[in-house]
């Protein structure tokens, strides 16, 4: 059986940069370990399924895989397979679009080149002291920022949010693997483990998602599910009127920008995430 693919990059201002993205339609007759076995086959950080599109109410149904395990909720996969359903595989349908993952429908909408999601409510959980990074970095006391905690937040998948001082911090940032796993396995509180490092600096947010997966520790190029937590988490701590860009990738040579869009009052908040796709490869995938 021949099974249509796409390629392309995520939050990506153009091409071979951002983060990678394998998307293939009429997957719905795949078991989930079908699945899996192409996400690992292929190995980029996620790869998503089409099991659904109904075009009169601009609805449809993925599930979305990295090479180790399935997803709940990841932004750079729903913004990337948002845009082939609207603007490859439905061209002439509408540009907004309701997309249902497992953890709920996730509201799509396009404005010229940008697509953008609207994430769920976000949990915020423990927060921590500096004394276990400290542990497994090479970071000093004064190169985290006094601004904020440091705290796990979820709006779906989690992360550990940890606000540096500056850019150099940042770049130059190195972890202990083991005793970063370690602390993480401790210390988290849902089965997905990762930290997000960033730093505010004239007016842009940059950042770093590292993370294990099949024992290695690994680092995104651009994560909206973590964006969705950071943005929450700048909501709360930083302002309740936010509009920004995040740049993530650079450290691993693949730049990305993450356009922030969100407001919250009280415990309200609207979490807006968006980002360009660049569209590389289409072909067919032999099961």
Known sequence: MGLPFYIVDVFAEKKYSGNQLAVFENAQNLSAKEMQDIATEINFAESTFITKINPENNSAEIRIFTPEFEMKFAGHPIIGTSWVIMNIINSNSS?????????????????????????????????????????????????????????????????????????????????????????????CKTNFRALYFFCLEEGNIHSRMLYFENNQLKEDA??????????????????????????????????????????????????????????????????
Request: aromatic residues 12%; proline residues 4%; hydrophobic residues 40%.
């Open 95 to 187: 540009k907004k679009l309701n997309l249902t993952v497992p953890v709920g429908v996730i509201p799509i909408f396009q404005e010229e080149e940008m697509v953008w999601l609207q994430s769920a409510q976000p949990e915020f959980f423990n927060t921590f002291s500096t004394d276990g990074i400290l542990e497994f970095s090479n970071l000093k006391e004064n190169d985290f920022s006094s601004d904020f905690p440091i705290q796990e937040v979820s709006t779906g998948s989690a992360f550990v949010i940890v606000p540096l001082q500056n850019k150099s911090a940042l770049t130059n940032l190195e972890l202990n693997s083991a005793k970063m796993n370690e602390w993480l396995q401790l210390n």
């Open 222 to 287: 651009a994560t909206g599910s973590a964006s969705t937590c950071l943005q929450a988490f700048l909501l709360k701590y930083y302002s309740t009127d936010l509009e920004m860009i995040n740049h993530q990738g650079d450290a691993i040579g693949r730049p990305s920008k993450i356009y922030f869009d969100g407001k919250s009052t009280k415990n309200d908040f609207e979490i807006k995430i968006g980002g360009k796709t660049q569209f590389i490869a289409k072909g067919e995938w032999e099961v």
